[in-house]
């Protein structure tokens, strides 16, 4: 129904940047939250950014003035410009797309993408 595609990644050494990119396509009505979630290694899952319809955004302590989320609402696209890496932002990143509403389902939705991995060396 609903599909997250997402770009960018790879390695990066320390100071360096990345950027990510997802795209959702599908008959999607709406879009509550779109963002970006990290997994490193024996962790659990944890928000890095993400940004609502009306475009109120929220980072995680950890990337806050080194990170920032961008979000097209119409093309159903959300970006995340990560500055400065650190070795600490190792970890797969994963796209979410939260409260999905679609054009011919009552409910809302969450979806996200496969995962790509950033590594950052020191």
């Known amino acids: 129904q609903v599909q997250l595609v997402e770009s960018g990644g790879g390695l990066a050494q320390a100071g360096g940047s990345l950027t990510l990119s997802c795209r959702a396509s599908?008959?999607?009505?709406?879009?509550?939250?779109m963002g970006w979630y990290r997994q490193a290694p024996g962790k659990e899952r944890e928000l890095v950014a993400d940004r609502t319809t009306d475009g109120t955004t929220h980072y995680s302590d950890s990337v806050k003035d080194r990170f920032s989320i961008s979000r097209d609402n119409a093309k159903n696209t959300v970006t995340l410009q990560m500055n400065n890496l650190k070795p600490e932002d190792t970890a797969v990143y994963y796209c979410a797309a939260i409260g999905v509403q679609l054009t011919d389902d009552w409910f809302k939705h969450d979806y996200w993408g496969q995962g790509t991995q950033v590594t950052v060396s020191s």
């Open positions: 599908g008959w999607i009505f709406s879009i509550n939250n």
